[in-house]
């Protein structure tokens, strides 16, 4: 069966290639905004870029030492004092050869930021895409520090500057001057790295705020295992030790993680979701198109090319393929397990081959976006967020939902 739905996209799936490991840029690619089969109705909300001047001089900068930033756009109404905080994600730099690249995009200089960037998905301004926040404050946080704004460190020999935790930081005191302080609702989401950054930061966020306020995060497409790849190694567990071990994430993981394991596992999300005491909400694809490409089937682990085909679009895949996918559903089930029983939290779990569904208008709200039985994505994010009912929606297996829009790369 071919799934309803399935995009195509060109090479822009990497945005760079180095020691096997690719920043798979999804919400970067370019979309027809003004194609109907998106669910835009005209073009989306275009939102300037605004720097934090006082970043500086709190060491709060990006890779190569430039402002971090964030687009702002105000609410109004009855959300006029509700707040959206999106993190943005955009993979990781493990090395210092990554990092001196990435300085030079716009993952980790703002220099290269767009001036503008559209506000889509979970950020749109219309209610007919977007019902629950689309009159909130909502806010895109620039990802420029290549460790789900967790780091705090530097390398002075190649100029770099790994200060993610504390761009979080200044970011958040910036907002709160803006009037997210006299917030009566909130909400921390992210997506992919952002969304293990929604994660890690999730009670730091609940801490800014008055017992009075609303408070949850969202995690969407940041659901990464620490699973063996097709090789029988672990490529993430290797890359995610770099990341830990260069940009000195260790000292701002939850202790209540760090005192039973090591940092580097204390990166991955299955061991961080059972310690967070804020509500939290995770939207993921059974099969992770991010973690199949770059994770359990880089071109790292199979030289002989076995799986290049498979990875790039699921059609291709062989029966032992597919069997190999469908244990990495069934690792990713068993690690919600517990999460999954605390009545605060929530899941949409979909069987796709797709990443990061909460951005992109067709997927997050759209007369055809993905559904678990009757819901779809925004609906069930809002349900939970608003107390309307719990959700704890998990798919059945891969080929029985034909609502899925499936990532093919060519």
């Known amino acids: 069966m071919k799934p309803f739905g399935s995009v195509m996209f060109m090479a822009l799936m990497f945005m760079n290639w180095a020691n096997g490991y690719e920043d798979l840029n999804m919400t970067g690619l370019l979309y027809n905004y003004s194609d109907a089969k998106y669910g835009i109705s005209g073009r989306p909300l275009m939102v300037g870029l605004t720097l934090i001047y006082g970043a500086a001089a709190k060491g709060a900068v990006c890779l190569d030492g430039s402002l971090p930033g964030y ?82 460190s530097q390398n002075q020999a190649a100029q770099l500057y790994f200060r993610g935790q504390r761009i979080w930081s200044a970011a958040m005191e910036e907002l709160m001057s803006e009037g997210m302080h006299y917030a009566n609702q909130a909400l921390l989401s992210g997506c992919s790295a952002g969304g293990v950054a929604s994660i890690l930061h999730c009670d730091e966020f609940r801490n800014l705020f008055s017992s009075n306020t609303r408070v949850k995060c969202l995690s969407d497409g940041g659901m990464f295992l620490d699973a063996m790849d097709v090789s029988g190694r672990r490529t993430l567990r290797r890359m995610f030790r770099g990341v830990v071990n260069l940009q000195g994430v260790q000292k701002n ?82 690690a919600l397990t517990s999460f999954s029983r605390s009545s605060k939290n929530g899941l949409f779990v979909n069987s796709c081959f797709s990443h990061c569904q909460t951005e992109r208008q067709d997927t997050w709200f759209a007369p055809k976006s993905p559904h678990i039985g009757n819901k779809g994505i925004a609906e069930s994010v809002g349900n939970w967020y608003f107390n309307r009912g719990g959700v704890k929606a998990i798919d059945c297996p891969y080929p029985c939902d034909n609502t899925c829009h499936n990532l093919v790369f060519r």
């Not at 200089?109 to 404050?137: C, H, V």
Request: with cysteine; net charge positive; hydrophobic share 35%.
């Open 71 to 152: 687009h702002l756009h105000r609410g109004y109404g009855s959300g006029a004092n509700s707040w959206l905080i999106q993190l943005e994600g955009g993979g990781w730099c493990d090395t210092i050869r990554d990092c001196v690249y990435r300085k030079k995009t716009r993952r980790g200089s703002s220099t290269y930021m767009e001036r503008q960037i559209p506000f889509t998905g979970i950020l749109s301004d219309k209610a007919a895409e977007n019902p629950d926040f689309f009159n909130w404050n909502r806010v895109k946080i620039r990802y420029c520090d290549g460790a789900s704004f967790s780091g705090d």
């Open 253 to 334: 993981l939850p202790w209540s993680c760090t005192d039973r394991l090591n940092p580097t596992l204390c990166f991955f999300p299955q061991h961080l979701i059972g310690t967070v005491r804020t509500p939290l909400f995770l939207v993921n694809a059974a099969y992770d198109t991010w973690q199949v490409l770059a994770s359990l089937a880089p071109p790292s682990a199979d030289p002989r090319g076995y799986w290049s085909q498979c990875r790039k679009n699921h059609a291709y895949c062989t029966a032992p393929q597919i069997n190999f996918l469908q244990d990495f559903r069934y690792q990713m089930l068993r």
